[in-house]
């Protein structure tokens, strides 16, 4: 039992989970609920009170736990050339029991989903969480060792963190309501600006991470980038999403400065873009496992400082 604990929590990636509660913490805490309570005196009536939204941030952290667990048990022969040291399942915790704790997960995940897009009369959020269970399992099986289209099904599952919430909020029939309208097409647009930013730092890291796994992946039949394009072309991939997105953060920029949002100027210089042109400095000089490693885990720490950012529009939406 004291190994068991310690293992399952490195099995669900415990830290990832945590990083999807803040995101979805801070889009509710700072996006959504000045959004709809600074309209009208009393605010403007919407579906996710606190404990609906807890459940549905909830649902998303199991899913994704499902996910890691699901990952881990497809990839056991590949994580044994790639990672030897960080294997859990069949060293520590038995294949049948991940699949248990898989499916129960998965489970309870999407029950949560589908308990509350009934209470917010939504027809989307459950059937879409249901649908990323699925995706994860494909990508696991499947898509993983295709040529990018894994790489795409995790970034979009990333952006779903956020547009779930944006998506639970949204209420078609209300839609001719001027109030209501102008209250969710804001937070509509800051919901595509995280997601679109959570979509292209992710992409950019998991093939980063396939360039880390190279040799494992190779060995085992896998279509990454890496294996079917060569190192330099897929650095090459990489760095022009770099490139994007440091030109989208500084149009982003332009436009807050042109708002008098100078706080949150100098906090995307210095916390945003400044680590993203270093990073692909570091990219193109990275030749080793452990470089590429590196080059990933600051990806992770830059995604946190972009997330971060959305403590600005508490003050300024």
């Known amino acids: 039992m004291m190994k068991l604990v310690p293992a399952f929590f490195r099995l669900i ?12 913490v801070l889009f509710y805490y700072c996006i959504i609920l000045p959004a709809f ?39 056991l022969n590949i994580d044994q050339v790639n990672k ?30 589908m308990y509350v897009s009934w209470k917010i009369g939504s027809w989307l959020v459950g059937p879409i969480n249901l649908l990323c269970v699925f995706l994860l399992l494909f990508y696991s099986t499947t898509f993983k060792k295709k040529f990018l289209i894994g790489n795409i099904i995790i970034s979009l599952l990333t952006a779903w963190v956020v547009l779930v919430l944006y998506m639970s909020e949204l209420d078609i029939a209300r839609l001719r309501d001027p109030v209501y309208h102008h209250t969710i097409t804001r937070v509509f647009k800051v919901a595509v600006l995280y997601a679109g930013f959570a979509f292209v730092i992710s992409l950019i890291r998991e093939v980063i991470k396939d360039m880390e796994d190279m040799q494992g992946d190779e060995r085992y039949g896998c279509r990454t980038m890496p294996i079917v394009w060569g190192m330099p072309a897929t650095k090459v991939f990489a760095g022009v999403w770099l490139i994007v997105l440091i030109l989208a953060v500084l149009v982003i920029l332009v436009y807050g400065m042109m708002q008098g949002w100078w706080l949150a100027a100098v906090y995307s210089v210095f916390l945003v873009i400044m680590p993203l042109t270093l990073l692909l400095s570091k990219l193109y000089s990275s030749v080793s496992q452990k470089d590429f490693h590196q080059v990933s885990t600051w990806i992770k720490i830059v995604m946190l400082t972009g997330i971060l950012s959305m403590l600005f529009f508490k003050f300024h939406i």
């Open 13 to 24: 990636r415990w830290p990832n989970l945590v990083f999807i509660v803040i995101t979805q």
């Open 37 to 75: 309570g600074n309209v009208q005196p009393g605010g403007l009536p919407h579906f996710l009170d606190w404990n609906r939204f807890w459940l549905l941030s909830f649902s998303s952290v199991l899913i994704a736990a499902a996910g890691y667990i699901i990952n881990d048990y497809f990839d």
């Open 84 to 113: 030897p040291d960080a294997i859990v399942i069949q060293k520590i915790i038995k294949r049948r029991w991940a699949i248990f704790w898989h499916f129960l997960l998965s489970l309870i995940g999407v029950m949560i989903a």
